[in-house]
């Protein structure tokens, strides 16, 4: 069977998954208080309902219009817990669980108080997903109806859902094997361009980016260096193929390190965190910094939140007699949009509107949520700096690229980013079935909308070429270079 999604083949390259998350004025509000919760919380953008019982039980529901499920059950939480979990308005609450600190956070999801749980919802209703087995017609349909109801917006691409969606189920029946609903959904999901939608199938994934990311560039690279087919036949790819190509893999990474370090001194003291997640140097008065994930920190938010602080203090205490300094997130696939935040206020002295975001509920939006970068309080950088991105400046890194768009200081450089803003809205039937799609949209300050586009760059280089790489030439630095006259 030929792979409609070949970069799922490599388990050695994964996007990060993208589940979050700013940091806004935090709203006033009151502790959270197990009498004060009690009852039945819903969240419809997302499809989901919280119900907290007088024991301080939690139960999590997720649903569409047709279904109803068990997603999770929490036994006696603490005030202490919930504190982490969630932060409480009158007749509502954010859930910042997964989007940082409550004093630190992304936008989370917003509950509002309702009188009953969804009739889909009551015991007697429930899906049971113990017992689920499902015939790939069935799943087919599921995934259809969940995008239908939660995608952020089918006219973003031209597809008419309904035709697209009844054309590919004809050709699906109760005896369609799995192989062949992989197929029929790298079909489904092609035309939607979006890196944020998926579905794995007994662990196999189908996903379908909008451009391609430097890990595909390479593997084409590869394939055609090898007279390989393109795209990839599984059947056909080795143990042989699979080792060659993560050695090219790695080779490829490398010789982009090199041709970046090869612009600083013998004595130059390169520095970096957690393996090089964040890597930085100072040559001549100018700084660079590499920044390769937003995640990845630490498991809890906020030992994440400490360590960017404690990184990023002093990587602005190393530029402190810079005149200028290159953000390279080129290679960004993404994490957490609260660590994006975080990064971003130490490089800015004044509050900034860095981006709103909003979600798909029924046939419109919820309310826009603005989010506001306040200045680090040990010190920021505020002279010239320039930001290298590519298409493969993912997700997460392209909410720190919307963001840094808006301070009057920052020059992009490079590709315009993914365009893949949303956070990844997952639907966990089981160990044998998860579906992802994106249902938000992330706005500049100026209201406009960047999905499937990108951020805008004001200088336009490509991502380095193959013939650049053994040429030991990076064009994105040559280009900072020359607008600084160096």
């Given at each position: 069977?030929?792979?409609?999604?070949?970069?799922?083949?490599?388990?050695?390259?994964?996007?990060?998954?993208?589940?979050?998350?700013?940091?806004?004025?935090?709203?006033?509000?009151?502790?959270?208080?197990?009498?004060?919760?009690?009852?039945?919380?819903?969240?419809?953008?997302?499809?989901?309902?919280?119900?907290?019982?007088?024991?301080?039980n939690i139960f999590v529901y997720r649903?569409?219009?047709?279904?109803?499920?068990?997603?999770?059950?929490?036994?006696?939480?603490?005030?202490?817990?919930?504190?982490?979990?969630?932060?409480?308005?009158?007749?509502?609450?954010?859930?910042?669980?997964?989007?940082?600190?409550?004093?630190?956070?992304?936008?989370?999801?917003?509950?509002?108080?309702?009188?009953?749980?969804?009739?889909?919802?009551?015991?007697?209703?429930?899906?049971?997903?113990?017992?689920?087995?499902?015939?790939?017609?069935?799943?087919?349909?599921?995934?259809?109806?969940?995008?239908?109801?939660?995608?952020?917006?089918?006219?973003?691409?031209?597809?008419?859902?309904?035709?697209?969606?009844?054309?590919?189920?004809?050709?699906?029946?109760?005896?369609?094997?799995?192989?062949?609903?992989?197929?029929?959904?790298?079909?489904?999901?092609?035309?939607?361009?979006?890196?944020?939608?998926?579905?794995?199938?007994?662990?196999?994934?189908?996903?379908?980016?909008?451009?391609?990311?430097?890990?595909t560039v390479f593997i084409k690279e590869?394939?055609?260096?090898?007279?390989?087919?393109?795209?990839?036949?599984?059947?056909?790819?080795?143990?042989?193929?699979?080792?060659?190509?993560?050695?090219?893999?790695?080779?490829?990474?490398?010789?982009?390190?090199?041709?970046?370090?090869?612009?600083?001194?013998?004595?130059?003291?390169?520095?970096?965190?957690?393996?090089?997640?964040?890597?930085?140097?100072?040559e001549d008065n100018i700084g660079y910094?590499?920044?390769?994930?937003?995640?990845?920190?630490?498991?809890?938010?906020?030992?994440?939140?400490?360590?960017?602080?404690?990184?990023?203090?002093?990587?602005?205490?190393?530029?402190?007699?810079?005149?200028?300094?290159?953000?390279?997130?080129?290679?960004?696939?993404?994490?957490?949009?609260?660590?994006?935040?975080?990064?971003?206020?130490?490089?800015?002295?004044?509050?900034?509107?860095?981006?709103?975001?909003?979600?798909?509920?029924?046939?419109?939006?919820?309310?826009?949520?603005?989010?506001?970068?306040?200045?680090?309080?040990?010190?920021?950088?505020?002279?010239?700096?320039?930001?290298?991105?590519?298409?493969?400046?993912?997700?997460?890194?392209?909410?720190?690229?919307?963001?840094?768009?808006?301070?009057?200081?920052?020059?992009?450089?490079?590709?315009?980013?993914?365009?893949?803003?949303?956070?990844?809205?997952?639907?966990?039937?089981?160990?044998?079935?998860?579906?992802?799609?994106?249902?938000?949209?992330?706005?500049?300050?100026?209201?406009?909308?960047?999905?499937?586009?990108?951020?805008?760059?004001?200088?336009?280089?490509?991502?380095?070429?193959?013939?650049?790489?053994?040429?030991?030439?990076?064009?994105?630095?040559?280009?900072?270079?020359?607008?600084?006259?160096?």
């Open positions: 069977m030929k792979s409609i999604v070949p970069v799922c083949l490599l388990s050695s390259i994964a996007l990060v998954g993208c589940n979050d998350n700013y940091k806004t004025k935090p709203p006033e509000s009151a502790n959270p208080v197990a009498s004060k919760l009690t009852g039945v919380w819903q969240s419809p953008a997302y499809g989901e309902t919280i119900r907290v019982d007088q024991e301080n649903h569409i219009d047709e279904m109803c499920w068990l997603d999770d059950q929490l036994e006696t939480v603490s005030n202490e817990q919930l504190n982490d979990l969630l932060k409480l308005g009158t007749n509502s609450f954010e859930l910042i669980d997964g989007y940082g600190t409550a004093d630190f956070h992304a936008p989370g999801n917003k509950f509002t108080r309702v009188s009953t749980l969804p009739t889909s919802c009551l015991s007697d209703n429930l899906l049971n997903l113990e017992d689920l087995e499902l015939s790939s017609d069935e799943i087919f349909s599921l995934i259809t109806k969940i995008y239908e109801q939660h995608y952020v917006d089918f006219s973003l691409h031209d597809v008419d859902w309904q035709t697209h969606t009844s054309a590919l189920q004809a050709t699906l029946d109760e005896d369609t094997t799995i192989e062949e609903l992989h197929v029929k959904l790298g079909e489904l999901l092609g035309p939607l361009k979006d890196g944020h939608n998926a579905v794995t199938i007994g662990g196999n994934e189908v996903r379908v980016f909008n451009k391609d990311l430097y890990s590869f394939v055609i260096d090898n007279s390989l087919e393109w795209p990839i036949n599984s059947d056909e790819w080795t143990q042989v193929n699979q080792e060659q190509w993560e050695a090219y893999f790695s080779e490829q990474l490398q010789m982009i390190v090199s041709n970046i370090t090869s612009l600083t001194s013998e004595d130059t003291n390169i520095k970096n965190l957690n393996d090089g997640l964040i890597w930085w140097y100072v910094i590499n920044i390769s994930a937003m995640t990845g920190y630490a498991e809890a938010p906020q030992d994440a939140i400490n360590i960017v602080n404690e990184t990023m203090q002093e990587v602005i205490q190393d530029n402190q007699n810079s005149e200028a300094l290159i953000i390279d997130v080129r290679q960004n696939l993404g994490g957490s949009d609260f660590i994006s935040l975080a990064i971003a206020r130490f490089f800015t002295d004044s509050i900034i509107h860095g981006y709103s975001k909003q979600a798909r509920l029924d046939n419109g939006f919820t309310e826009l949520t603005p989010v506001y970068i306040e200045p680090s309080e040990t010190g920021s950088f505020t002279k010239p700096i320039y930001l290298l991105t590519s298409n493969s400046t993912v997700s997460a890194a392209e909410i720190f690229t919307l963001s840094m768009s808006e301070f009057e200081h920052v020059t992009i450089v490079g590709e315009r980013s993914q365009g893949a803003f949303s956070d990844a809205l997952e639907w966990n039937f089981n160990d044998e079935l998860v579906i992802e799609l994106s249902n938000e949209r992330y706005l500049s300050k100026e209201e406009i909308w960047y999905e499937g586009k990108g951020v805008p760059v004001d200088i336009m280089v490509n991502f380095p070429s193959k013939q650049n790489r053994i040429d030991g030439v990076d064009p994105g630095l040559e280009a900072v270079l020359s607008e600084l006259g160096l």
